[in-house]
């Protein structure tokens, strides 16, 4: 042995001291690796919790003032209207949750709205990813799901095995590419996205009120925009039998999300994407393609749009309406942000708003509650979300390291 060589340590010579080890120690490591980021724990699953539970504590002071019988009980009788506040707010909210899990139905219906939204919600926060704002979801879910409508009543007796796999992946192109076009105009232009797929929106709407009416897509006998429907070769399968609206999209969302997942975190290319988003001058010094980054970020984001869009036709409506995709791109943006850009995320924050909007007609029959609180409690979780120091200063969450910010540009 060389007098400049160190002697090597054997195992029982090795300090177990923790301070020895760095600072992210083992349970740092763990979720680093579950997570794909080096964000902490706090900040991607406590504060989002937070921020909810938050929500539903104002919305509950909202149903106590917005009640009119309840105010002029205050005025008369400060002991009974506090008792009949209670009760309103735990009727409200018991209805919420009844109608969100309380039966096998109650799960059928928010897995049915979950659905789209956690789709959706992927095409927006893969462009978070990036550095890219992609409001375009609503404008390639509606594209997307033309696309599959028109293969889904086309192409008479083929079996399910082909009929539906095409269905789906027509929906996919159909996306990709409205979703892809945004992408090289930022590219090759400098376009900004967020114009761009604002303009495609309203192009792709008005674009389906006309191809609604068009002989080859209009049911016959019809007046109005209304297709005709998809062959049940192309439907999607029911998963609770027939008297459930719950279908198969809902495991095809978790197959997306965990696609979306592995895309970005476990791939070369979802590196790329994740270091364009961080820095793209950096990136493009380090010899990533920018240009290249951005056209298939917005593609890979408009065929997850494009398979919510083909969920909505070939698995609940079964034809395609003005208006079919129910303004869920643009909901969207809100799963994107309380999801924190992350699949994983974006699954919990679109069961949670599926839940919301299951629940929300049961709570309105279960009580004097309208069910517009529901919109209020959705945007005060975004608003929450979008201020998390608000929410660690009242909660007192440390923000540990990472957690400032999980990728530059939209995703922070």
Do not use: C
């Amino acid at each position: 042995m060389n007098d400049n060589q160190e002697p090597i340590k054997t195992d029982s010579e090795v300090p177990s001291n923790p301070e020895t080890m760095d600072d992210k120690g083992f349970s740092g490591k763990l979720w680093e690796q579950l997570s794909g980021i080096g964000a902490d724990w706090q900040s991607l699953i406590l504060v989002p919790i937070l921020a909810v539970i938050s929500a539903l504590v104002i919305g509950a002071f909202i149903i106590a003032i917005s009640t009119v019988d309840l105010l002029e009980l205050w005025g008369e009788s400060p002991g009974e209207a506090f008792t009949e506040t209670f009760r309103t707010i735990g009727e409200a909210y018991a209805g919420l949750f009844e109608g969100s899990f309380g039966s096998v139905g109650a799960i059928s219906e928010t897995l049915t709205a979950a659905t789209p939204l956690i789709l959706a919600g992927l095409a927006v926060a893969i462009g978070f990813r990036a550095g890219l704002f992609n409001i375009g979801a609503e404008g390639q879910m509606l594209i997307g799901g033309m696309s599959a409508l028109m293969v889904g009543f086309s192409f008479d007796g083929l079996p399910i095995v082909i009929h539906l796999p095409l269905a789906i992946i027509a929906g996919i192109i159909g996306g990709a590419v409205w979703g892809g076009f945004p992408g090289w105009l930022r590219a090759k232009t400098g376009a900004h996205e967020v114009i761009t797929t604002i303009m495609l929106n309203w192009i792709a709407i008005r674009l389906v009120d006309w191809a609604l009416k068009t002989p080859f897509i209009q049911a016959e006998g019809r007046t109005d925009p209304i297709s005709k429907s998809v062959l049940e070769s192309a439907r999607l399968p029911k998963l609770f039998g027939a008297q459930y609206r719950v279908h198969a999209g809902i495991i095809l969302a978790l197959l997306v999300a965990w696609f979306a997942y592995w895309l970005l975190f476990k791939s070369t290319i979802g590196y790329e994407f994740r270091a364009v988003g961080y820095n793209p001058d950096g990136a493009r010094y380090a010899g990533i393609s920018v240009t290249r980054a951005y056209v298939l970020v917005m593609a890979f984001a408009g065929a997850m749009a494009g398979i919510a869009g083909a969920n909505q036709v070939i698995g609940v409506l079964h034809r395609g309406s003005p208006g079919f995709s129910a303004s869920i791109g643009f909901d969207a943006i809100a799963l994107a942000l309380l999801g924190r850009s992350h699949p994983f995320g974006v699954v919990l924050a679109g069961l949670l708003f599926g839940a919301l909007r299951a629940g929300g007609l049961k709570m309105q029959a279960a009580s004097s509650v309208g069910i517009d609180l529901v919109t209020i409690v959705q945007a005060l979780i975004i608003v929450f979300i979008a201020a998390p120091a608000l929410i660690r200063a009242v909660f007192r969450v440390k923000a540990g390291k990472g957690a400032e910010q999980l990728t530059k540009g939209w995703s922070a």
